[in-house]
């Protein structure tokens, strides 16, 4: 209770270089930590998002997580200043924006939160993105480029995106959202069990999370119907656009289905089977 | 596992995540940063070791610049500010990253330019020419805009004699190694030959060493010089706030001297006529004091600027002794050290106009002056006009003179003035 009472009053003192922001903060991680769910538990209370259950805990410390890794990265560039203040600050305003987080009942139970937390990491990691593809419909990276209508050099990109998130990327992402061995495991024995439900339930909770996280994409890339899905593949722009969108659009990858590969995808419109290992 | 067990093994693998977050390096040097503002990917910077930018317009204000890796991992970021610019320089392992926001009403800007680590040539050259571009930095600092051009062009003027020392010595070096002499005795004594140039060698790393001190001496030196200019900019500050403070309640002062005439003016009858008489005798006292604290301020800032002046010249002179130091250590020619040093006597000189020019806005000097009874209105403004000065109010005989701070500190200053002809005595205001 000291040590905490310690830590705090250092983190109300003015640290005047990038240095001993670094220090003070490294040394209070727990502190903040616990500040930020504490915060994060507080909106969801009173948005009348709470319940007292470990999923809810679990969704606080995750968010919480989130902001104080933002702080340690950005704070560094408001030296000189007050390490609590800032913080405080900077998750006040995070909870300010409407809708801050994904938040749906659903997302909490161990499917959900595989999805939503795939999801999530595809907004802020290209590998994720990428992988996401795998996971949505079990491509590897050839049909990624296929579908996608990559040319050589992005394509070289879209093999290592893969090497990585198999190597770290997929892993990183569980213990981030805290999915444990026996949740996986069980994810896997549903899957097996009930093929056809398990895919209809990952299809609709996929969609509540990708509607969400699509706000995120450069300028709002916005859904295209099948010949400006055409007109962009033909003329070879956009593949950022292409990259970005399709991941995350059950709906336009159908649309845009077929374009990319001139004809050489002859399969029947993908639809979703859940791959929960990378 | 448990309820609460579950939860603290999620919250110290988070914990442990966070402590232990990887940098650029580990995450792949020749992948394309990713950049976001407001948490939605704009663009990306190419990392294959070329300069890559950015530029990303917003209609939204932007608060936040992110930069992570394909991975996801967050390298850096900025916290913008809601108007006006932010720059910030986000160290990358060896690369960097300079971002620059721009909010302004109609939206925000941001321009990133990716700096990659200098080549081997690069480093070397800035390592050579470190000291003398602190040099330029401090000067920089220590000037104000006018005379930033100035101060370049002298230290890019002393980087290129630099320069030129150094290719001449190792011409020098490589000439006395491979003369006719050396040529035709090379296969004769080889051994001779390797001792001569061991011992060459031995003798100018010395002399490199030497000037290397004598460079760390002058850069301490200038340091020094840097704080005290600090200390001069924080008096000036407190100056300019006092001098705010004093304007401000002459203006109250006014104004309260005005409102009671407006508003009395129609019950004049009614009043009494005492009123406005003592709050006008007690608002001149307040301006008296206000006036007062202000010439003391005046007086304790031109005894810091007489100090500074006089440190400043001590200073100049080591940067001279050194600097011709610097130059006998390094080249030994009497021809090229005389040429040396009217290349330093020049930068010195340089040195004097550019703070000549720093010294020209400063405040002025403030004393008060009794003159010998009978001179004449003239002479006295000829004698304040001889010291480019002006005269300011007249109390009981004194006569107030502002002039340009005087070269000389203020007490010799005021014996100067005592022995002229018309003046009777001369002070300070305390």
């Not at chain 1, 905490?4 to 003015?14: A, G």
């Not at chain 1, 070289?156 to 998130?165: D, L, M």
């Not at chain 2, 002399?207 to 002058?218: H, P, S």
């Amino acid at each position: 209770m000291a040590d905490h009472t310690v830590t705090v009053s250092r983190l109300e003192e003015v640290v005047s270089t990038a240095d001993e922001f670094d220090r003070v903060v490294s040394q209070a991680l727990p502190v903040l930590l616990d500040r930020a769910t504490g915060y994060t538990k507080r909106f969801l209370r009173e948005t009348g998002q709470w319940n007292d259950d470990i999923e809810h805990e679990k969704f606080a410390l995750r968010w919480g997580s989130e902001y104080l890794e933002r702080f340690m990265v950005c704070g560094r560039s408001e030296v000189p200043c007050r390490p609590l203040f800032l913080f405080d600050s900077l998750v006040a305003k995070q909870h300010s924006k409407p809708e801050p987080f994904c938040y749906h009942p659903d997302l909490l139970r161990p499917l959900g939160r595989f999805l939503d937390g795939i999801v999530a990491r595809a907004v802020v990691s290209r590998d994720a993105l990428i992988a996401l593809y795998h996971h949505s419909y079990g491509w590897g990276a050839g049909e990624v480029i296929a579908v996608t209508g990559l040319n050589g050099l992005e394509s070289q990109r879209i093999y290592k995106n893969f090497r990585r998130w198999r190597e770290s990327g997929w892993q990183r992402t569980m213990d981030e959202i805290g999915l444990t061995k026996t949740e996986l495991a069980e994810l896997a024995g549903q899957q097996q069990r009930h093929r056809q439900r398990f895919n209809g339930e990952a299809e609709r909770l996929i969609r509540v999370a990708q509607a969400h996280y699509r706000k995120s994409e450069p300028d709002h890339y916005p859904c295209l119907s099948r010949p400006q899905w055409r007109e962009m593949f033909a003329q070879g722009y956009g593949c950022d656009y292409r990259i970005w969108h399709l991941a995350l659009c059950l709906d336009c990858i159908q649309t845009a289905w077929g374009l990319g590969s001139n004809g050489s995808l002859t399969e029947e419109k993908p639809r979703l089977e859940l791959l929960v290992r990378p | 596992m448990g309820y609460e067990e579950d939860l603290e093994a999620y919250r110290s693998q988070l914990l442990q995540s966070l402590s232990s977050r990887p940098n650029r390096s580990v995450s792949g040097v020749l992948d394309p940063i990713q950049v976001y503002v407001n948490e939605r990917r704009v663009g990306e910077l190419e990392g294959a070791g070329m300069d890559a930018t950015l530029h990303a317009k917003s209609l939204d204000h932007i608060e936040t610049i992110q930069l992570r890796t394909e991975d996801g991992t967050l390298l850096g970021g900025l916290v913008a500010s809601e108007y006006g610019y932010r720059t910030s320089r986000i160290q990358l392992s060896s690369d960097a990253v300079e971002l620059c926001v721009h909010n302004t009403a109609q939206g925000g800007s941001l321009s990133a330019v990716f700096i990659p680590k200098p080549s081997f040539w690069s480093r070397i050259w800035s390592r050579m020419g470190k000291t003398l571009t602190d040099v330029a930095d401090r000067l920089a600092i220590r000037r104000p805009d006018a005379a930033i051009a100035h101060s370049m062009r002298t230290v890019a003027f002393t980087q290129a004699l630099l320069a030129v020392m150094v290719v001449g010595l190792v011409l020098d070096r490589v000439a006395t190694w491979m003369g006719p002499e050396q040529m035709m005795t090379t296969g004769i004594q080889p051994e001779a030959l390797r001792t001569v140039s061991v011992t060459e060698m031995e003798k100018l790393e010395q002399q490199l060493g030497e000037l290397a001190r004598m460079q760390q001496k002058v850069g301490e030196a200038l340091d020094f010089q840097q704080k005290g200019m600090a200390q001069l900019h924080l008096s000036m500050a407190k100056l300019s706030s006092s001098q705010e403070s004093v304007a401000s309640k002459v203006v109250m002062v006014k104004e309260e001297m005005e409102k009671p005439q407006e508003n009395l003016e129609p019950e004049t009858a009614r009043t009494t006529p005492h009123h406005p008489a003592n709050r006008g005798v007690v608002d001149q006292e307040q301006l008296e004091v206000a006036i007062r604290s202000l010439t003391e301020d005046n007086a304790k800032l031109s005894r810091e600027v007489a100090s500074l002046e006089e440190h400043n010249q001590t200073l100049a002179a080591k940067l001279h002794t050194a600097s011709v130091n610097a130059s006998k250590a390094v080249d030994p020619n009497p021809e090229r050290l005389l040429a040396t040093r009217g290349d330093v006597a020049r930068t010195n000189q340089s040195l004097q106009v550019a703070e000549s020019l720093q010294n020209s806005p400063m405040q002025p000097f403030l004393f008060w002056v009794t003159f010998s009874e009978g001179t004449s209105q003239e002479s006295i403004d000829q004698w304040v006009h001889e010291k480019k000065g002006h005269k300011g109010v007249l109390n009981e005989g004194w006569q107030e003179v502002r002039i340009v701070p005087p070269a000389v500190p203020p007490d010799r200053f005021l014996e100067q003035i005592r022995g002229e002809k018309i003046v009777k005595a001369a002070r300070i205001p305390e």
